[in-house]
Every structure is written in structure tokens, then in C-alpha cells.
């Protein structure tokens, strides 16, 4: 099943509960009879029906929102878009029983939100562009524009996306790895250079290409000349998947597998921790990779690059393991001086291996911004090579991430 059709089914299960739950028991009848006699009602009835467009991006880069919710006593809504992301704002009802909210004209770029309905969270259930992970469903929205074309599908060579399951005999799940390769790929037989990149808490292996666009912004970056053709591995970085509609299979899986319920394991970096994600893509996701695709096996042809959580696993990680990854990227988190301690016993050893050790994070990233900035004083500290950037407004999110993956992929492999 494709991203997009999963992403349809999971919102329109989200609308069929949501007018149920929120509209009049006369609305609820009339929802029940069929439009025409012997037949029911289509697809592109159950989103639309009741007339409210939702969400509306006008001329002037103006998002409106709206939710039909009569029988409601609040409705908010939360998202990227603003100017603090803790910023909760209140919608207001019309004599239609209909809230709306109309932002102020915002940058291009592409949004993520979601309601707050009398204390209960949901994605906007008439917008099917949404996008659901391991602990969060949320709804998205695009607004064009100059300053969004890095991130842009473009008329420019397309690489491919693949999707590749395997079993995790450790914790006995079933977990899937999602590969960029770039354009031409496919018709040649040449070797390349790999990006490993992570997600944060509570995303999960689609994250990067669905919300972080990943594999457009590489494409456009490869199209322009700036970057080199890689491949990049998209793993999934906890130890199991937050969906609570998964939970019961994976138990089945496991006593298929005879592998026990495995005891819980730390949140220091979320869940999984940097020691279960490392044995998964040590032991698991890069023999996978080197045997499936084709690439250069070597330190100086591998980086690995993540945020939030993912920064813990890359950080710990990449500066634990001199030998596997010359190239770290640190977005947004970090690790403490024993998740790291390989990379700080011969700081000249360091400095002499890594082609790149880069941190970044927003300076309004009330989330990770003491973490980060430890991390680098850290570095500092013990003399060991490294770039840190600090963005003027930005908060714990792909607004940022997004801008820090651009900036780094042009500096990969060209040593």
C-alpha cells in the first residue's frame, strides 16, 4: 500500500468518527440514506459534504482553517505555523455550528497542524494530506511560493523510493527501511555513497520523505548541481511502533518467533535509546543495504545525520563509530561525553578522521536547545573539530530540519 493511499484511509476513518461524534442526531439520519436509490454515498461525498473547505490558502499566503463541530464547546488549532509552536489558538463558531481560524500572511512553505476539540486532538478530518507515524497523525498544508522551491516537486530527474521489510530477531518485529536512489540509479552500474538518516520521537521511517521531503530536496540539489548522487537509508528508529493498532501483531509476531516480550528498555534519546537503534542499523539496515544496492563501503563514503532522537542515535553513533562514518549531522539534540567517548579519547584522531561533525538547532527549541548547546560546548571543551549553528526563531521542527538537511547534503562526500 502506498503512503498516499494509506494516508486517504486513515482520514476518512478519522471523518466518518468525527461527524459521527460531532454532528446533529438529524444530520447523523440523513448521513445514513443514500443519495440516489441503490446506491451509496462516493468517496468525495463523505470528505466535502457540508460545504466547509478546510484548509483554504489564499492569494496573500493566508491559511484559513475550519471544522464543522456544532455540538462543540472549543475548537483550537495547533501547528508549525506559528510564531511559538507551543501556541494554541482558539477558533471561532459560526451560526452553522462551523469554527474557523485565519492565520496571518505566512511564509511559503509546507505546514503541519492539527485541532484541539474539546480537549481531544485530531487531524483535520476533510484535508486527506496528512501524514500518520509512530505517535502522531497530523494534518498538512502547503503554501507555494518562492522560498519553499528547495523542498518543491520540481520538472527536474526523479530518484526512486524503495520500501524494504525485514525481521529484528532481537526484539522479534517486523520493520521496514525506506532507500532514496538518485536519478539514473537504476540504468548504470556505478557505486555510491550513503546518508543514514534518522527521525525523531514519536515519527517513524516515512518521516524524512513524507514532512522532511527529502528525496525532492535531493533531487532538486543533484538537478542544480550542488550536491553529489547518493543513496539515502531512511530506517525506523524505535524498538516498536507507537500505533496502538499494530500492538497486537507485533505480540503475535514475536510468539511466532518465539522471541520473548523483551524488558523495556531506556528513553534516554526516546524509545529504542542510541544502543538499540545502533545494534538495528549495525546489525540489520547497513548488511541490508550493502547487499541490495550498490554501494562504497567505506567510512569516507558514509555519513549519518538525524534529529531530535535522532540526534541522539546519530550522534552516539556516528561519533562512536570512527571506522563506519566520517560525515555526522546533529540536529536538534545530541549525547552525552560517555554516549560519545570513542570520538573524545584522541581528539586528534578525531579531528583527522571526520570530514564533517555539524549541530543545529533553533534558538526558540525550548525542547533541545540546552541539549544541543551542551554537545557543542562539550566538543569545544575537548578541542575536537566542528560546525554549530544556532537559527534566530526556530523551534523543534521540519521548518528547520528541512533548511539544515539542505545545507548539509552539498558538503557530503566531497573528500
Known amino acids: 500500500m502506498t ?224 550536491a553529489l548522487p547518493a543513496i539515502i537509508v531512511m530506517p525506523f528508529g524505535h524498538d516498536v511502533t507507537g500505533s496502538t493498532g499494530r500492538q497486537a501483531e507485533i505480540r503475535y509476531t514475536r510468539k511466532a518467533l518465539g522471541v520473548a516480550e523483551p524488558a523495556p528498555v531506556g528513553r534516554g534519546f526516546g524509545r529504542g535509546g542510541p544502543s538499540f537503534m545502533e545494534k538495528d542499523l549495525l546489525n540489520n539496515v547497513i548488511p541490508l543495504i550493502e547487499k541490495e544496492y550498490r554501494v562504497i563501503k567505506d567510512a569516507n563514503h558514509r555519513a549519518i545525520i538525524g534529529y531530535s532522537m535522532g540526534a541522539g542515535h546519530s550522534s552516539a553513533i556516528g561519533l562512536g563509530h570512527p571506522e563506519l562514518f566520517a560525515y555526522v549531522g546533529i540536529y536538534s539534540g545530541g549525547s552525552n561525553a560517555n554516549a560519545i567517548a570513542p570520538a573524545l579519547a584522541d581528539v586528534e584522531k578525531t579531528n583527522k578522521t571526520y570530514k564533517m561533525i555539524w549541530l543545529g538547532c533553533g534558538d526558540d527549541d525550548t525542547t533541545a536547545l540546552i541539549g544541543t548547546r551542551n554537545l557543542h560546548n562539550l566538543l569545544t571543551s575537548k578541542g575536537v573539530k566542528h560546525t554549530y549553528v544556532e537559527t534566530p526563531g526556530a523551534h523543534h521542527d521540519y521548518q528547520v530540519w528541512r533548511v539544515y538537511l539542505a545545507t548539509n547534503l552539498p558538503m557530503l562526500f566531497r573528500d
Do not use: C
Open 3 to 226: 503512503t498516499r493511499t494509506t494516508a486517504i484511509a486513515l482520514t476518512l476513518l478519522a471523518t466518518i468518527v468525527f461527524l459521527t461524534m460531532l454532528s446533529s442526531p438529524d444530520a447523523r439520519a440523513q448521513a445514513t440514506q443514500p443519495s440516489t436509490p441503490g446506491r451509496g454515498r462516493g468517496v468525495e461525498d463523505s470528505v466535502t459534504r457540508g460545504g466547509v473547505i478546510s484548509p483554504q490558502v489564499s492569494d496573500d499566503h493566508r491559511i484559513t482553517f475550519r471544522l464543522r463541530a456544532p455540538n462543540a464547546k472549543q475548537v483550537q488549532v495547533r501547528g508549525d505555523f506559528t510564531i511559538h509552536m507551543s501556541t494554541i489558538l482558539d477558533m471561532t463558531k459560526d451560526e452553522n455550528g462551523v469554527w474557523s481560524y485565519t492565520t496571518e500572511p505566512l511564509k511559503p512553505s509546507s505546514y503541519q497542524y492539527w485541532y484541539i476539540v474539546d480537549g481531544q486532538i485530531t487531524p483535520d478530518p476533510v484535508n486527506t494530506y496528512v501524514r500518520p507515524a509512530s505517535g502522531v497523525y497530523k494534518s498538512q498544508v502547503d503554501v507555494p511560493g518562492p522560498e519553499m522551491d528547495f523542498i518543491a516537486f520540481k520538472d527536474v530527474p526523479h530518484g526512486v523510493l524503495h520500501e524494504h521489510f525485514y525481521i529484528n530477531r532481537d526484539n522479534g518485529t517486523q520493520r521496514r527501511v525506506v532507500v532514496y536512489t538518485p536519478p539514473g540509479y537504476g540504468s548504470g552500474d556505478k557505486s555510491y555513497p550513503v546518508l543514514y538518516l534518522l527521525h525523531g520521537a514519536n515519527d517513524f521511517e516515512r518521516g524524512w520523505t513524507q514532512t522532511g521531503r527529502a528525496n525532492l530536496i535531493m533531487d532538486n540539489l543533484l538537478a542544480e548541481g550542488k
